[in-house]
C-alpha cells in the first residue's frame, strides 16, 4: 500500500465527525488532511523510518494530553508525531497542536494549519478541543525548546505551567512522550533572531549547512504511561510546578530511554514501519 | 402577549412579526421604513425610535415584550447617523420599556461583536470582550449598543433582558451581510486564507427569537444554528465562482471591478472565522435547528442563482 492510499484508509476511521462535505465543526477538512499527511507521511515512512515504542500508551478514543519534548529546529517533531497516531494507531487518532499565532497571519500556511486542525496556541482552544475528547500535543518549551542547540538537543529547557493547569481543568490525562533524533536531522548551530523578527517568526534556525533542510536521520518517539493529576486547576503555583516537574522527570526519563536505545542497548517493544 | 417590535420593516422584522402574530400574539412595531403589505393583524407605527412618537407608541401599546431589531450596520448608514440610531435608539427601548412597564426586552446583536483575527479563538463564549474594536472601528457603535444592551441585566433588575447575539443569516430571503457578499457570480477572497463562516436559515432565526419570547431567558446568550463551513465551499455550494487574490491586490481593487467599498477592517472577516458556541442558548430555550447547512446554502442558491447559472 503506498502512503497515499494508507492516509486515505486511516482517514477513513479517524474519530473526527466529518460532515458530506469532508469538513468538521472545527473546520478540520479531510481533503487536505490527506494531502498533507501524504505528504508527511512518506517523510514518516521512508525519510526518516521514524520507530515508535510503547505507541499503546495513548488512549485509544477520549481526550488526553501528549506532553513531550522538543527536538529540531523546526516543527519535525509535531508533524512525525502526528503521522504516528493517524498511521500507526488503531483506530487512527488525529494530534491537534497549538501553533504559533504568527502561522495563523501567513496566506496559505494559515489555512493548511485551519484545515489539518492546527490552531493558534491559546487555552480557549486547548479547553474546546479537550472538551470535544480529542487529543492534544503540547510541548511545554515552547520556542524555547525548538531553538535548542544542536550539542543541548537531549537537554530539556524550562517548561511552562500553563499545560498543567489545563489537563486539571479539563480532567485530561498527560501522556508523557520523547523525541529523539530532531537535533541530529537539524543540526541547528545558531539562531537569527534578528531574522526571524523580519518574517514575524520567533528567529530562523541555522545549520552547518545554513538552512534547515532536515538530514534524513532514523527518529524515534517513546511513549510513557498516561499520568493522572486530581484538581481543578486553580491550584496554587507552587503545586503545579510540583506536577510540572513530575512530567518533565518522566520525559527526561524516556529521552534517557530513547538515548539507550538509540545506542543499541534496552531494544524493547519496538514497531518498526 | 402583546410584542412591539421596533426594527419591524427590515425583512427579519417582518418574518419574526408574521411569526409571532400566527401564533396568535398582539403583534405592532415601530420603524421609519414602510411595511406596505403587512398583515391586518399587524400594526405598524412609522415614527422613528428615537422621536417622541415613538414614545407615545410605548404609552398606547404597553407591550409585555420589546424585540429590539432597529439596529444597523455599517452597509445600511454612515458615521454619525449611525452611532444615533445604533447608540441613541437602543437606550430609548429600554428606557421605554422600564417606563411604560414592559416585562422582557430582547436585543437582536451580531456576532461581529467578538472581532475576527489572527488570534481569535474558535467557538466564542459570551463573557468574551470585544476584541476587534482595533481593527475594525467601524464596528464600535455596535459594539457599544451589544454593551449597553447588557447593562441592563444590573441597570433594571425588573425587566427581564435577553442579549442575542446572531450569526450570519442565510437563505431564500438574501437577507444579511452574508448574503449581500455572496450575490454576485464571483466571491472575491483573500488568498490563503479560508475561513469559517458560521450561518442560519431566516427561519431558525424566526425559531429562535419566538423561543427567547416563550422561555425569557436572561442574559447575554450566542445563537448560531449548524456547523460552520469554509468561505471555500461556502462559495462553490452557492454556486459562485471564488476568486481568490492576493491581499495587495484585494486591498487596491475595493471599491473597482465590480468589488465592494468595504471597510479595511472588514478584511479581517474574510481572513478570520468568528465562530460562536451557542450552547447556553440552546440549553435555556430548548433551541435546534431545523436547516442545515447545506439546505441554506442551497435554498440562497435557488433563490439567487448565479449569473451563468440564470442566463
Known amino acids: 500500500m503506498s502512503t497515499a492510499e494508507e492516509v486515505a484508509e486511516s482517514l477513513r476511521h479517524v474519530d473526527i465527525p466529518f460532515n458530506r462535505f469532508g469538513v468538521d465543526p472545527f473546520g478540520i477538512s479531510r481533503r487536505h488532511l490527506r494531502f498533507a499527511f501524504s505528504f508527511l507521511g512518506f517523510f514518516y515512512r521512508h525519510y526518516f523510518r521514524v520507530r515508535l515504542h510503547d505507541l499503546d500508551n495513548i488512549p485509544k478514543r477520549g481526550r488526553a494530553m501528549l506532553v513531550g519534548n522538543h527536538s529540531g529546529g523546526v516543527a519535525l517533531d509535531a508533524a512525525m508525531v502526528m503521522c504516528s497516531l493517524l498511521l500507526d494507531m488503531q483506530p487512527p487518532r488525529l494530534a491537534h497542536s497549538m501553533v504559533e499565532k504568527f502561522l495563523n497571519t501567513v496566506p496559505l500556511l494559515s489555512q493548511w494549519t485551519n484545515r489539518c486542525g492546527q490552531f493558534t496556541g491559546l487555552p480557549e482552544h486547548a479547553v474546546k478541543l479537550l472538551e470535544d475528547e480529542r487529543l492534544l500535543l503540547v510541548f511545554p518549551e515552547g520556542a524555547r525548546g525548538t531553538a535548542k542547540l544542536y550539542r543541548e538537543r537531549h537537554s530539556l529547557v524550562d517548561f511552562g505551567s500553563g499545560f498543567m493547569r489545563l489537563a486539571l481543568q479539563t480532567h485530561a490525562p498527560i501522556v508523557p512522550f520523547a523525541f529523539l533524533g530532531g537535533g541530529e536531522a537539524i543540526p541547528t548551530v545558531y539562531n537569527a533572531y534578528a531574522l526571524g523578527r523580519a518574517f514575524g517568526a520567533p528567529y530562523v534556525p541555522v545549520t552547518p549547512y545554513l538552512f534547515a533542510l532536515p538530514l534524513p536521520v532514523r527518529l524515534d518517539i517513546v511513549y510513557g504511561e498516561p499520568m493522572h493529576f486530581d484538581g481543578d486547576g486553580g491550584e496554587d503555583d507552587e503545586v503545579i510546578f510540583e506536577r510540572v516537574n513530575q512530567v518533565k522527570d518522566a520525559i527526561a526519563g524516556l529521552i534517557e530511554r530513547g538515548r539507550q536505545i538509540r545506542r543499541g542497548k534496552n531494544d524493547h517493544q519496538v514497531l518498526t514501519p | ?311
Open chain 2, 1 to 311: 402577549m402583546r410584542i412591539l417590535i421596533p426594527g419591524i420593516a427590515g425583512t427579519m422584522g417582518q418574518l419574526v412579526a408574521k411569526d409571532l402574530a400566527d401564533k396568535g400574539h398582539e403583534v405592532s412595531g415601530i420603524d421609519r421604513r414602510r411595511w406596505a403589505d403587512a398583515p391586518s393583524n399587524i400594526e405598524v407605527h412609522n415614527v422613528d425610535i428615537r422621536k417622541r412618537a415613538a414614545e407615545e407608541t410605548f404609552r398606547k401599546v404597553k407591550p409585555e415584550v420589546v424585540i429590539h431589531m432597529a439596529t444597523v450596520s455599517h452597509f445600511a448608514a454612515q458615521g454619525e447617523e449611525r452611532y444615533r440610531i445604533n447608540l441613541g435608539g437602543t437606550r430609548a427601548v429600554f428606557d421605554h420599556c422600564v417606563r411604560y412597564g414592559a416585562a422582557h426586552c430582547i436585543f437582536i446583536g451580531r456576532h461581529t461583536y467578538y472581532g475576527a483575527a489572527a488570534d481569535s479563538p474558535l467557538y466564542h463564549s459570551e463573557d468574551e470582550p470585544p476584541m476587534g474594536l482595533e481593527s475594525f472601528p467601524e464596528l464600535a457603535d455596535l459594539v457599544s449598543a451589544d454593551l449597553y444592551a447588557g447593562s441592563a441585566l444590573w441597570r433594571f433588575p425588573a425587566l427581564t433582558t435577553t442579549v442575542m447575539r446572531m450569526c450570519y443569516t442565510l437563505g431564500p430571503t438574501g437577507h444579511g451581510t452574508l448574503a449581500t457578499f455572496l450575490r454576485g457570480h464571483s466571491v472575491p477572497t483573500i488568498l490563503g486564507f479560508d475561513p469559517l463562516f458560521q450561518f442560519m436559515h431566516e427561519r431558525d432565526v424566526v425559531k429562535s427569537i419566538a423561543l427567547a419570547v416563550e422561555k425569557k431567558p436572561r442574559g447575554v446568550f450566542n445563537v448560531s444554528g449548524p456547523q460552520p463551513v469554509p468561505l471555500s465551499v461556502l462559495a462553490r455550494e452557492t454556486g459562485r465562482r471564488q476568486i481568490p487574490l492576493p491581499e495587495f491586490v484585494f486591498v487596491r481593487s475595493l471599491g473597482r471591478f465590480g468589488l465592494p467599498k468595504i471597510p479595511r477592517g472588514a478584511l479581517n472577516h474574510i481572513k478570520y472565522s468568528i465562530v460562536m458556541d451557542s450552547n447556553a442558548f440552546r440549553q435555556a430555550t430548548g433551541f435546534s435547528h431545523e436547516v442545515d447547512e447545506v439546505q441554506a446554502m442551497h435554498e440562497y442558491k435557488a433563490a439567487f442563482p448565479s449569473v451563468r447559472e440564470a442566463g
